[in-house]
């Protein structure tokens, strides 16, 4: 039996918030991370897809593009990236309903579950966000803990609070604490 080596498109790149890192497949960004967790990305891609063939590129999926845009105060620019995350069929409603939540506010695991649907799946609802595998894009470090606490995030606590900080000083007012909106089914991403 064979397997077929399939080939991601990546790129690295510095932003004020970091160095990140992407992969992309067919026009459809798989992975965006911090660059020093760069292995950890390929090893969950190669868990997911099997062989790689890494290609470097300049944009992949333009997902370079939108991000440098994000970090530069336009924060609408990551709106439009297509995504191919994988998951399961629930992953996908929670990262669905993370892209509903407007950049500059936050929201709850609470609040996500009830807005996929499943009002006692909290920890579950948490799990699939700290799964995210698209930082930033799909924008986990909008949600936080019932008490207004920040809660786990990848790259850290303190870029979680640089990240809302971010939105809110270039969206110009303060952070509203706001429930997630049910997402339509044209806002599927997976």
């Known amino acids: 039996m064979t397997t077929e080596t399939v080939t991601l498109e990546t790129a690295t790149f510095d932003t004020p918030l970091g160095s ?3 992969f992309a497949r067919s026009g459809a960004l798989c992975a965006v991370g911090f660059t ?4 950890e990305m390929i090893e969950a891609l190669t868990k997911r897809f099997g062989p790689l063939d890494l290609r470097e590129a300049a944009d992949p999926a333009g997902a370079a593009s939108a991000l440098r845009a994000y970090a530069a105060g336009r924060l609408d620019a990551l709106d439009t990236v297509q995504l191919d995350a994988g998951g399961t069929a629930f992953q996908r409603s929670v ?14 695991y609470a609040e996500i579950a009830r807005a996929i649907g499943h009002p006692t799946a909290v920890r579950a ?3 699939a966000n700290g799964a995210n595998p698209i930082a930033i894009v799909v924008p986990c470090h909008r949600v936080i803990g019932s008490d207004g606490s920040l809660h786990g995030y ?3 606590l303190d870029l ?3 990240l809302i900080e971010h939105e809110r000083v270039n969206i110009g007012a303060r952070i509203e604490h706001e429930p997630a909106r049910r997402p339509t089914s044209t806002e599927a991403t997976g």
């Open 95 to 108: 990262w669905n309903a993370l892209r509903a939540i407007p950049a500059g506010t936050v929201t709850t």
């Open 160 to 162: 979680k609070r640089r």
């Open 36 to 39: 020093a967790r760069r292995a």
């Open 125 to 127: 609802a948490g799990a």
């Open 154 to 156: 990848a790259g850290g």
């Open 20 to 22: 990140l890192t992407v």
